[in-house]
């Protein structure tokens, strides 16, 4: 994520930076934990390799189905979601140029002009998806609004599911700018791969927690993914 934020930067013509940030996390009441070192820059923490990051977990065996590979990741695992409740995961098997055309996606999407990105905005889309400006999000009523621009958008139901029948949030169409066609399938291509990966990543909760391996499964059989 440094890296991307830095990228964009860069198109905007700034020089290089640095980018920093001091977080602690805690969970049940147990002692905070820091992520980062306060002043640490992540581009270089980035550069150095991910997987000396605080509860960096390497995936790469634990998506294998031999159970020995398996086992081997559970205890830490279990230990970095019970620690901070917050990890990193590598070698999660989710391609490199999968990733970075769904970071050009992003900028294309929200490089569009401001009238079709009104046109599509949130607001009008019953599922709550497409397009939300500068300053529209405000989840605490006391706080000031979310200086973020973003792009909503999940799986596509059809209409007779019944999830949609019953009005469920976010269950339903997007909306997508007829300037980007390429955007339905690359997104659903995105979704899909991360939709394997999630699920992986649950089952194997579920063995940490000494429990059936597909004791999470029925959870995401129709997932509100946006």
Not at 9 to 36: D, T
Not at 48 to 62: K, M, N, S, T, V
Not at 138 to 146: H, I, M, T, V, Y
Request: glycine fraction near 6%; charge should be negative.
């Amino acid at each position: 994520y440094a890296v991307h934020v830095r990228d964009l930067f860069h198109r905007r013509g700034v020089g290089e930076i640095a980018i920093s940030a001091s977080s602690c996390v805690s969970v049940n009441g147990m002692p905070a934990q820091p992520l980062y070192l306060r002043g640490e820059d992540l581009l270089q923490h980035e550069a150095a390799g991910a997987g000396e990051a605080p509860g960096a977990l390497d995936a790469q065996a634990a998506l294998q189905a031999k159970q020995h590979a398996v086992l081997q990741q559970l205890a830490a695992f279990r230990a970095a979601a019970m620690a901070s409740g917050f990890f990193y995961v590598r070698h999660h098997g989710v391609p490199r140029d999968l990733v970075a055309r769904q970071f050009a996606l992003a900028q294309a999407l929200l490089d569009l002009p401001a009238s079709t990105r009104q046109a599509l905005a949130m607001g009008n889309s019953p599922t709550m998806r497409g397009f939300e400006n500068l300053g529209d999000q405000r989840l605490d009523a006391a706080a000031r609004p979310d200086l973020k621009e973003s792009f909503y958008c999940g799986m596509a139901y059809p209409d007779d599911h019944p999830y949609v029948v019953a009005g469920y949030q976010t269950y339903g169409h997007n909306q997508w700018p007829t300037e980007l066609p390429h955007a339905p399938a690359q997104c659903q291509t995105y979704i899909d791969a991360m939709l394997v990966l999630s699920r992986r990543l649950m089952q194997l909760m579920a063995l940490s927690l000494s429990l059936p391996e597909n004791f999470f499964d029925h959870t995401s059989e129709n997932p509100m993914v946006t």
